[in-house]
């Protein structure tokens, strides 16, 4: 074999490790994601928290209030919306587990009911191939195990709270560090900040309208006479983070619970009432203020959710959107990488051709 033969091979053999080596890289990254998700988890929500409560430091430091003092201050007002949130979830993701057995009853003589019904108008239905199907003891410890799982990071609430303070401290000095360390520092930093100025623009945008679904959600559950509307409504204001789907994962416990202690027609005028919400603040306001470049592809959506829930649990469902997000805005920021990030958003360039 001559070397004009040779050289061919080596660049085929030399392609195809540099796609194997970065994706062998990536299961391993992976792997030990998933077998530490535990330690992972208080840190990934502590990072999501001071991201989210950044712009109100970097606000009152440009107030001229001393870092300090306004890191004090930013945690206090964390600590009392935790506080808030452990007292009002707390005894109710108790008060839910302990009725859930009684709900599984009704709901499985709901399944009764129905298919009664559907024999004596002709139909040839068997409850044990229905309950196969449709059963809803499984329907119903997923969604006590779900609201469980939320409930039980906030267990941690001691080490996050830390973290964030820590990481709240090093936000205000982290500029200063980086323009001493890096290569023709203002272009980096140009990079860098209007990185970090899109994702707090996004999720500014999106914790103040998962707030209004939260609550919106909340007062409809409360007029509708549906147990634990408080619940329901920061479980709507939590997965409001995840679009599309989080609103319709959101809005099953308590249309369930509308079918079990009122019936099948305040079951459909619950689910209404959670489309009209979501299509006012999901589909009609929040798009506007979002802008094109801030959307995700649904299918994009999709797959982050299940990828980061199965690495990191519930939790991992929850900031599934946000990691994503950070992906999409940091491709989007170089120019080499831009068409990633148009691959994931939700529309394409504006006078592209569709």
Same mark, same amino acid.
């Given at each position: ?13 030399? =392609? ?20 530490? =998700? ?25 107030? +001229? ?15 009392? $919306? ?8 707390? =005894? ?29 108008? +002709? ?13 809803? *003891? ?16 906030? @267990? ?15 936000? *205000?000095?982290?500029? $200063? ?6 290569? $023709? ?27 209004? @679904? ?35 994962i959101a809005a099953i416990p308590p249309i369930l619970l509308a ?7 305040? $079951?459909?005028?619950? +689910? ?25 592809? @649904? ?13 990191? +649990? ?22 080499? @990488? ?17």
């Open positions: 074999m001559n070397i004009s033969e040779a050289k061919p091979r080596i660049t085929r053999a030399a =392609s195809i490790w540099q796609v194997l080596v970065p994706v062998a890289c990536f299961v391993v990254i992976v792997a030990g994601m998933k077998a530490a =998700s535990t330690i992972i988890v208080p840190f990934l929500l502590a990072a999501f928290l001071a991201v989210v409560f950044s712009p109100l430091l970097f606000w009152l430091r440009k107030r +001229g209030v001393r870092a300090g003092f306004a890191v004090l201050l930013v945690v206090l007002l964390l600590l009392i $919306a935790g506080i808030a949130v452990v007292y009002l979830a707390g =005894s109710s993701v108790e008060e839910f587990a302990r009725r859930v057995p009684r709900y599984t009853a009704s709901l499985q003589d709901q399944v009764r009911v129905l298919v009664q019904a559907l024999n004596q108008r +002709g139909w040839d239905v068997k409850e044990a191939v229905v309950t196969e199907y449709l059963n809803p *003891s499984v329907i119903m410890r997923m969604i006590g195990n779900t609201v469980a799982s939320l409930a039980a990071a906030l @267990t941690n609430l001691f080490l996050i709270i830390l973290t964030v303070i820590f990481m709240l401290m090093e936000a *205000s000095l982290l500029p $200063a560090k980086l323009r001493s360390v890096l290569n $023709a520092p203002e272009a980096r930093m140009e990079w860098l900040t209007e990185f970090m100025n899109n994702f707090n623009r996004y999720l500014a945008i999106k914790t103040v309208f998962s707030l209004v @679904t939260g609550f919106a959600a909340g007062v409809l559950l409360w007029i509708l006479g549906i147990d634990f509307p408080v619940l329901w409504g920061l479980l709507a204001f939590v997965l409001n983070y995840v679009p599309n789907i989080g609103s319709i079918l079990i202690l009122r019936g099948p027609g305040w $079951a459909v005028l619950t +689910g209404v009432g959670y489309l009209v919400i979501n299509m006012i603040f999901g589909n009609i306001l929040e798009p506007r203020f979002m802008g094109r470049r801030l959307g995700l592809s @649904t299918l994009v959506v999709f797959f982050s959710l299940v990828f980061w829930g199965w690495v990191l +649990g519930p939790v991992g469902m929850l900031i599934s959107v946000p990691l994503t997000m950070v992906v999409k805005l940091a491709l989007e920021s170089y120019e080499d @990488t831009r068409w990633l990030s148009i691959l994931l958003s939700s529309n394409p360039p504006v006078g592209s051709k569709v």
